[in-house]
């Protein structure tokens, strides 16, 4: 069973290290096979907190010189908006629908100098993002897939997520870390624990097991 540790927050409290938590989980016996990390100190590719955050899609342009490329202007919290050259196919039911501000779009945001995986190549292959032109374009940032991220190995488009999934306190350029990155436990379920089968048991015994409601 996985138990993403943002998940389990919803319902109680975890204010302890992950190797902690790692540690009372199993010692009661809801034994922790493995403990992936997203994003977050401890994973294997960690997203940069300055280089890798939240926008918000503003608007969808047809790229003048592409037919494959699409102009995504996004709001990642500076002063001015940034214009991302992209072909990501869930992008161009937008295009030309004008200001979709309103529509509450959000997708994760690579500025020049990041290190993600690449997308294009077999296996998790790590790159530095640099600043280039593209059909006349310069680019120097990507709205990226979970491959990219790191995440899973889907890349057919960009992660799109719309603000009402996620807390008001997330706003452009809050670093996607704190959106998305988690610890995630594999816990081993036997039968003599199978009350801890579902995110609210696991919750109820480590509550018990730390003295919280």
């Known amino acids: ?4 540790l943002s998940w389990l927050s ?4 975890i204010d302890l290290p992950v190797a902690e938590v790692d540690r009372i989980l199993t010692n009661a016996g809801l034994e922790v096979k493995q403990c992936t990390f997203v994003g977050i100190p401890g994973a294997d590719l960690e997203w940069d907190r300055d280089k890798i955050v939240l926008s918000h899609i503003q608007r969808v342009d047809q790229h003048p010189d592409a037919d494959r490329l699409v102009l995504a202007a996004v709001d990642y919290g500076a002063d001015e908006e940034k214009v991302v050259v992209t072909g990501a196919p869930n992008l161009f039911p937008y295009v030309g629908k004008g200001n979709i501000s309103q529509k ?3 997708s994760p945001l690579a500025l020049e100098g990041a290190t993600l ?3 294009h190549k077999e296996g998790r292959k790590k790159s530095k993002l640099k600043g280039r032109a593209l059909r006349g374009i310069y680019n120097d ?3 990226c897939s979970e491959k990219e991220l ?3 190995d889907e890349h057919e488009g960009v ?3 719309t603000k009402d999934q996620w807390s008001p306190a997330y706003q452009p350029g809050t670093p996607l870390q704190d ?6 436990l594999e816990i081993d379920i036997i039968p003599n624990i199978a009350r801890c089968a579902s995110m609210v048991g696991v919750a109820r015994e480590y509550a018990a097991l730390t003295n919280q409601d």
């Open 1 to 4: 069973m996985l138990v993403p």
């Open 10 to 13: 919803d319902y109680v409290d």
């Open 104 to 106: 509450n779009l959000f």
């Open 117 to 119: 995986y690449d997308g």
């Open 141 to 143: 940032a990507m709205l």
């Open 150 to 152: 790191g995440i899973s």
């Open 159 to 161: 992660i799109i997520m």
């Open 179 to 184: 959106v998305l990155g988690d610890a995630v």
